[in-house]
């Protein structure tokens, strides 16, 4: 089940951008504070792609200047600059209506922004496919529309953390459809096995039922329909190791969803899929690329 509706006749089939109505800065703190760290190439991508990259590095050094944002140099890139908000650029934001609620991590040095460059670089870069392929289409997916590191409560003090919350809306004539994903991106610096084992993760999400307090403890509608009208679709992407390695894991992912009980009934209900960052670069998240979890020949994840 998905949401849809109806679009204005009037409306443009244009891809989205962020407006440049908005002022730059105020866009480059924004992201910042969703996603923690990106790279100049990264927020030029992102917010104005057709425009200078000159035009954003002249902004982030004013900001820089102002004692909002600072940056890291990764080593061995060229010296690429990798962008944080300081402490006082993250009190700035917390209180803007689009990051309400959003907890703001400020990055208090280098270290601590080095130490989180890896894995935050790479869940930006599986978004940027995502934003490319939706200015292609004409569909709706901004640099807004992507949150790193949700946190839900599984019960028992026990909570699951995807790398990012997706959503996103498919235009087709005058129909929207709205669609959301959990995306779990693997590096490889895990085990096969504990990467499997994040699928019962999401199946207890699923399934968990708060109980209400009080004398006469009752359940109650699952915990996730607070969040989300419909649970989302759960999307692994895989990087970091050779093409075989990828495969294998895969693979185990697969046997964790045809063998554990609570996740073969999750993927009755939600789909499972999983695909190579390399492949989504190269051919885009709408082509045959997302091996479904449940088997199968491998389709765009809209049709999953």
């Known amino acids: 089940m998905e949401l849809t509706a109806t679009q204005p006749k009037d409306r443009a089939a244009a891809g989205f951008t962020p407006s440049p109505a908005e002022p730059l800065k105020h866009q480059l703190l924004a992201t910042l504070a969703q996603h923690r760290m990106a790279s100049t190439h990264q927020l030029h991508v992102l917010l104005r792609p057709d425009r200078s990259r000159q035009s954003v590095s002249q902004r982030l050094n004013e900001l820089r200047g102002q004692r909002l944002a600072d940056f890291v140099v990764l080593p061995q890139s060229h010296r690429t600059r990798v962008w944080y908000l300081t402490p006082k650029g993250a009190r700035l934001t917390r209180d803007w209506p689009a990051l309400r609620g959003r907890p703001p991590y400020p990055i208090t040095s280098a270290t601590a922004a080095s130490l989180k460059t890896p894995h935050t670089l790479t869940v930006l870069r599986t978004h940027l496919v995502f934003v490319a392929d939706a200015r292609r289409r004409g569909d709706e997916h901004g640099h807004l529309d992507w949150t790193p590191e949700v946190v839900h409560s599984i019960g028992d003090g026990e909570k699951v953390v995807a790398d990012a919350v ?10 929207r459809r709205k669609l959301r994903a959990f995306i779990e991106v693997d590096r490889a610096t895990m085990s096969s096995e504990r990467l499997a084992a994040k699928l019962i993760e999401y199946a207890r999400l699923w399934a968990y039922q708060p109980q209400t307090a009080g004398r006469h403890r009752q359940t109650t509608q699952p915990g996730w329909l607070r969040w989300y009208p419909v649970f989302p679709r759960i999307l692994f992407v895989l990087t970091g190791a050779r093409h075989q390695a990828m495969n294998n894991r895969i693979s185990d992912l697969k046997a964790m969803t045809a063998h554990h009980p609570l996740v073969t009934a999750l993927a009755r ?18 082509t045959d690329v997302w091996t479904p979890l449940t088997g199968g020949p491998p389709r765009p994840w809209t049709e999953l």
């Open 166 to 175: 997706m959503h996103y809306t498919l235009t087709d004539g005058q129909h």
């Open 269 to 286: 209900n939600v789909p499972l899929a999983a695909a190579l960052l390399d492949d989504l670069e190269q051919h885009g998240p709408t």
